[in-house]
């Protein structure tokens, strides 16, 4: 009797994100994850974006592929010719999608026709209706779509569980978390750089959130400690980081990545910026804050005392392990 089979679940497909990311096959992933290699092979085709597939999403994978459950037994309702008719009849009285569905439930309980189905219907086999819909567009957006991230754009990306034991622990001194603080009211973005074991902090502004200005930043604001206090930098997935190997060869560092969508594995960074915002709100335009606005906000954190640090600074416990270094 053959192995049942199952549908990946989320931490699968999380699994699947990470060691597709890492350049790994399917087959190897399959034997990674005890799953058979046509399977992951299916997954990356039918749950990935379906205007770009050359990345992979686990959270919106997840939701395709639930969605895909939900609405499986649509696709043989909407074939009744009789529903067709009445659909059409209604979108031509100025009725959307959503309100058919939901009079077609009402009378008749064991309806399956969702308004999903009747976009996808009309966009697919009833081009002709496209202009009795609320919106009227010409192609459709499907969920999922995005332009952004169309291969895997992180080149060499280092998982954060490869990252050594000692620094996890914040048992040794140089390991840095970086992430983005963006403003709503311009491209103007901030770099924000934290010391994990001291949580001391480099603020800087940059005109836009791009992978370029990023690299020149980290470079600037941390070239000019020595090799022992830049020993590693964390990061996201975001395409800002695409450059961190060049920030590596100049500073020497070594780039770690969170999972997908695991912003808590830099908790320390996630929650500086969330002091920050104290003093620069979400609405606040970065691109109008002189340098000495972000220079004081950087030093006002940096000197403010801290309880996971027995209650001393973060400049003051920087500088004392800065001191202790040999030579």
């Not at 606005?293 to 950087?298: A, G, L, N």
């Not at 209650?311 to 003051?316: G, S, V």
């Amino acid at each position: 009797m053959g192995k049942r089979y199952s549908q990946l679940s989320l931490e699968e497909r999380e699994k699947l994100s990470i060691l597709k990311a890492e350049g790994r096959g399917p087959s190897e992933i399959g034997r990674l994850l005890g799953r058979d290699r046509k399977t992951i092979r299916r997954e990356l085709i039918r749950n990935a974006p379906p205007v770009h597939q050359g990345y992979y999403l686990p959270h919106k994978a997840h939701e395709r592929a639930k969605g895909r459950k939900r609405t499986a037994g649509q696709r043989e309702w909407l074939k009744n010719s009789k529903l067709q008719r009445h659909i059409e009849k209604m979108l031509k009285a100025g009725w959307s999608p959503e309100l058919i569905a939901g009079r077609l439930k009402q009378k008749v309980r064991s309806s399956t026709a969702s308004h999903e189905s009747i976009y996808r219907w009309v966009y697919e086999k009833r081009p002709d209706l496209i202009g009795c819909l609320p919106r009227r567009h010409k192609q459709r957006h499907k969920k999922g779509h995005s332009r952004k991230h169309r291969k895997s754009h992180i080149p060499n990306r280092i998982s954060l569980a490869e990252r050594p034991e000692a620094a996890d622990q914040r048992k040794e001194f140089g390991h840095w978390e970086a992430d983005a603080m963006v403003s709503r009211a311009s491209k103007a973005a901030a770099q924000v750089l934290v010391e994990r074991k001291s949580r001391y902090l480099k603020l800087t502004r940059v005109r836009q959130k791009t992978a370029s200005q990023t690299r020149a930043v980290i470079n600037r604001r941390l070239a000019q400690y020595p090799q022992s206090v830049r020993r590693s930098i964390t990061y996201d997935n975001g395409s800002e980081n695409t450059e961190h190997e060049r920030v590596n060869d100049v500073l020497g560092t070594r780039s770690y990545f969170c999972a997908p969508y695991h912003s808590w594995e830099k908790g320390t960074v996630e929650n500086t910026i969330g002091l920050v915002r104290r003093f620069i709100p979400k609405r606040m335009d970065l691109a109008k804050l002189a340098k000495e606005d972000i220079r004081f906000v950087e030093r006002r954190l940096n000197n403010r005392p801290r309880k996971c640090l027995g209650f001393q600074t973060p400049t003051e416990v920087f500088n004392q392990l800065r001191g202790a270094l040999p030579g």
